[in-house]
């Protein structure tokens, strides 16, 4: 019984992944080309440029289209402009992982062509099932984006750190004896006193 409910429930998903329209997007930097696919079929196709002109054809199609989903891999960056466009004008979306699209469609990465790999995209979605990406609040898009900006502020700060560290070492070996903290206002201000070891003597 079991079994007949799985099935029947995947014979529905199916079925209801083949009435909305399939927008399959093969992203780039600055651009990504388009193609639009209903019950299989390609209805249109062109290459969007990720600025106002580009968003505004691509509107375009999605209001012309029959319940469209957009699907596109996740590549960082250069998606983002895409997911934005996709929760401004609520759109259902799917970021595709490109390792389980590229194992689901064979021989797509063989040949690198952004026409031929928003095709194989489209065709791969209407025959494997693909979970669709959650829409968050704004209010929750723009908290992920301060934490990211946070944490790539705060790797920053470790790097020059590290570096100011191998530099203090090399110049002032002795410092870590006077102070806990070699890099506090205290210590770095007696360095700029002090800028190098035969000053003082000097004096």
Known sequence: ???????????????????????????????????????????????????????????????????????????????RPVVRFCQDNHLPYTQLNPLELHLRSENLRRVKTDQLDAHKTARSVTENNYRQTEMWSRDYRQLRELTRFCDQVTNDIKLVQGKLYTALEQTFPEEEQLFKNKISKLALNVILLIPYMGFHGQN
């Not at 079925?15 to 927008?23: K, Q, T």
């Not at 968003?55 to 209001?63: E, G, N, Q, V, Y």
Request: charged share 25%.
């Open 1 to 79: 019984m079991l079994d007949v409910i799985s099935n029947n429930f995947k014979f529905f998903k199916r079925e209801a992944i083949f009435l909305s329209d399939v927008i399959a997007l093969d992203v780039s930097k600055n651009h990504s080309y388009v193609v639009w696919y209903r019950n299989k079929k390609c209805m249109d196709e062109f290459d969007c440029l990720h600025n106002q002109v580009g968003f505004k054809h691509l509107k375009a199609i999605t209001d012309s289209a029959d319940n469209p989903a957009v699907y596109f891999e996740a590549t960082g960056v250069y998606s």
